[in-house]
């Protein structure tokens, strides 16, 4: 089954608008990813928001299958993001990947080094806000 990321509709409005106003030629592609990944999204309202699901600020742990390497990001606005902190861009490919799904899903991703699946472990939502 191939799921769908859900993103809140507040969240995916701001990121069509930083979409829009990237200018970065270095993250064209990446962006792109990012568009590609909204395109497909199912978009909710704010009374339909599930706490497990990984949205602009959640802390999430998860399992890359293949090395069985466990990890912990933040996924985070372009501007707030610092890689040494666990603070990961949006327009990261692995941000990307993760954005919209839940705490026990396990999403393919075509990573730059290759395809990989990821395994959601946890996320907190315990600071959401933009």
């Known amino acids: 089954m191939n799921l769908k990321p859900i993103i809140l509709l507040s969240e995916y409005q701001m990121l069509r608008e930083i979409i829009k106003r990237n200018t970065d030629a270095n993250l064209t592609k990446d962006v792109q990813q ?3 990944e909204l395109d497909r999204a199912i978009v909710i309202q704010e009374q339909e928001l599930n706490k497990k699901i990984i949205r602009i600020n959640s802390e ?3 399992v890359e299958e293949k090395s069985k390497r466990k990890m ?3 996924v985070v606005l372009p501007e707030n993001a610092d890689f ?3 603070k990961i861009s949006i327009f990261a490919p692995l941000a990307t990947a993760l954005i919209g799904f839940s705490e026990n899903d396990s999403v393919n991703w ?3 080094a ?3 699946k990821l395994s959601i472990l946890s996320v ?3 600071n959401p806000e933009i």
């Open 72 to 74: 912990k990001i933040q």
């Open 84 to 86: 040494k902190k666990g």
């Open 114 to 116: 290759g395809e990989t």
């Open 60 to 62: 999430v742990e998860f």
């Open 110 to 112: 075509n990573m730059p």
């Open 34 to 36: 990012l568009s590609n």
């Open 124 to 126: 907190s939502n315990e």
